[in-house]
């Protein structure tokens, strides 16, 4: 069974750094690509950051481009993003998410999210 | 990266079929296969419902179809049951090797 577990959320003051991990289990996880998704308090979803299955790309929003580090472990099942230079716009639940296909077609699993709170 | 364009609200009695709809440009919905459609509960994770426009994962209800045309992809929700009330979320593959998503639709089963 494919879990995904994230963990790493809380809260933080603008400016400051926040490290999220999701733990994977339940199928090989370098053969996969991997995404984070936030969805804001009562807001929509929306797309951060994509990485593939080897690591050797990486994809950003604008909205984060310069601030936030996609990256995985593939020895420890774990992806990572490391966010930095926080906003209060950045408060979010944050998803990891498995696409089905590819890198950004139909993201199939989900984890049970993370709350980062960006406040003063 | 806008945001899709998807309407705020749509309601159906049980047993009738709804449409949403989901537009973008030529760099997203129109110039790839790549939609995906999410259903999300209240306090819950999404759940894909359909990829690539028309494709439904193992175990969703083939209630739900896609399909599109030119920038507009559209979701059919067919038989309307009570637990098909969530809000509903497209996305689309972009020529900046991105995702974007729709704003969301609130689905209401009157």
């Known amino acids: 069974e494919v879990q995904l577990a994230e963990s790493g959320g809380g809260l933080v003051q603008p400016g400051g750094s926040l490290r999220l991990s999701c733990a994977a289990s339940g199928f090989s996880f370098s053969s996969y690509a991997m995404n984070w998704v936030r969805q804001a308090p009562g807001k929509g979803l929306e797309w951060v950051s994509g990485?593939?299955?080897?690591?050797?790309?990486?994809y950003y929003a604008d909205s984060v481009k310069g601030r936030f580090t996609i990256s995985r472990d593939s020895s420890k099942n774990t992806l990572y993003l490391q966010m930095n230079s926080l906003r209060a716009e950045d408060t979010a639940v944050y998803y990891c998410?498995?696409?089905?296909?590819?890198?950004?077609?139909?993201?199939?699993?989900w984890g049970q999210g993370t709350l980062v709170t960006v406040s003063s | 990266q806008s945001a899709l364009t998807q309407p705020a609200s749509v309601s159906g009695s049980p047993g009738q079929s709804i449409t949403i709809s989901c537009t973008g440009t030529?760099?997203?919905?129109?110039?790839?296969?790549?939609v995906s459609w999410y259903q999300q509960h209240p306090g819950k994770t999404p759940k894909l419902m359909i990829y690539?426009?028309?494709n439904r994962p193992s175990g969703v209800s083939n209630r739900f179809s896609g399909s599109k045309s030119g920038n507009t992809a559209s979701l059919t929700i067919s038989g309307l049951q009570a637990e098909d009330e969530a809000d509903y979320y497209c996305?689309?593959?972009?020529?900046?090797?991105?995702?974007?998503f729709g704003g969301g639709t609130r689905l209401t089963v009157l």
């Open positions: 990485i593939s299955g080897s690591g050797g790309s990486t």
């Open positions: 996305s689309s593959y972009t020529s900046s090797s991105t995702l974007v």
């Open positions: 998410a498995k696409p089905l296909l590819g890198i950004l077609r139909g993201l199939d699993y």
């Open positions: 030529s760099s997203d919905v129109g110039g790839y296969n790549y």
């Open positions: 690539d426009v028309s």
